[in-house]
């Protein structure tokens, strides 16, 4: 990535000088972010109007997407340094939900001259009268939650009076599960609920990166860019389709189940890179901003989610940005 390479080298920059040994020192870093998360907007359904009075038949598709919402995150460090290496824990963590497209449609009049179409992933539903309503909810609890743990290391690479380079190794611990539930038809008649899911056990797996900090008087800048692999199994589970007859409602008639499940071993790669500034306002305490943002490759998320993919394995590659109120205490 081109901002990768550009801020691998502005790290590298710092590169000279020897080493200027620190006294043993505890630190907690807290930052509380607004987040957003893109590359996920899945297309659930996919809206298909025909003219059956032209010739050829005219069709027009309109594809409806979820809308992920942005949100609260939170990240919290602890960090232990001395003399020219250190130890930390850092943990992040985000929860949203995404967001619960309505769409109703039917067949205008005269009757047999226009046909409308709902295609979920998994039934089609058609309305060739305009008493023949149908209708797609997102429903609740559809939701995404992603958090990382961190257990690393640091080894000051070099250092002058006012920067040094450091590389931090450890291992990360990361969840990413991802739920929805939806349901389609035509109003009273009957339809489907879908619910599907990717939920994973622990995954664990290696983390590298860079570290530099740069001071102008008072101020601090720190910047980390990083890159791990977590390995586990993703649990492609609950991905259930139940027709009902009648109006859809919390407890419908169920008339027919459909299941599938579907376990997979995944890496995930996850690229990172952090910048804060921060301001002392006491021997102790300094506050600032920062920005956060994290790559997530290639995510198995809910099969069969998208419109005539049924029981696929659909992989989406997630980016999370946050900008943080950040509170650096010393202890």
């Known amino acids: 990535m081109h901002i990768s390479r550009l801020a691998l080298a502005a790290l590298l920059a710092f590169g000279c000088g020897e080493s200027i040994h620190a006294a043993p020192e505890w630190t907690v870093l807290l930052e509380p972010m607004y987040m957003d998360a893109y590359g996920h ?16 038949t005219q069709i027009e598709e309109t594809p409806v997407a979820l809308d992920t919402k942005d949100g609260i995150g939170f990240r919290f460090e602890l960090q232990y340094a001395r003399s ?6 850092d943990f992040f963590w985000f929860n949203t939900t995404q967001g619960r497209p309505t769409r109703t449609d ?20 058609t309305s060739d009268d305009p008493g023949e309503i149908l209708f797609f909810n997102v429903l609740e609890d559809t939701e995404l939650t992603t958090w990382t743990v961190d257990l690393y290391g640091l080894k000051t690479l070099t ?8 590389l931090q190794f450890g291992l990360r611990n ?5 739920d929805f539930h939806s349901a389609a038809g035509i109003e009273n008649v009957g339809g489907t609920l879908v619910d599907a899911s990717s939920n994973y056990g622990r995954m664990l797996g290696p983390l590298v990166g860079l570290v530099t900090d740069v001071h102008f008087g008072k101020h601090s800048i ?7 692999v977590v390995l586990g199994t993703a649990e492609l589970l ?6 009902f007859v009648g109006p859809f409602s919390t407890t419908p008639t169920i008339t027919a ?14 690229t990172e890179f952090r910048i804060n500034w921060l301001y002392p306002i006491s021997q102790r305490i300094a506050v600032g901003v920062s920005a956060n943002a994290s790559v997530w490759w290639n995510v198995p998320v809910p099969p069969g989610v998208v419109p005539g993919a049924s029981d696929a394995f659909q992989e989406d590659t997630l980016v999370y940005f946050g900008l943080a109120v950040a509170v650096k205490l010393k202890i």
Do not use: M
């Open 106 to 125: 039917a067949a205008s009049p005269p009757a047999g001259a226009e046909q409308v179409a709902f295609e979920t992933a998994d039934r089609t539903f």
């Open 84 to 89: 020219d290496w250190g130890l930390g824990l």
């Open 159 to 166: 250092e002058t009076p006012t920067a040094s380079l450091q």
């Open 174 to 178: 990361a969840d990413f599960d991802n």
């Open 41 to 56: 907007d899945t297309h659930v359904l996919t809206i298909r109007d025909s003219n059956l009075d032209s010739t050829p």
């Open 222 to 228: 720190r910047a980390y860019l990083g890159q791990s």
């Open 238 to 243: 609950l991905h259930e389709t139940s027709d």
């Open 257 to 270: 189940r459909e299941s599938f499940n579907k376990d997979e071993n995944v890496a995930i790669p996850i």
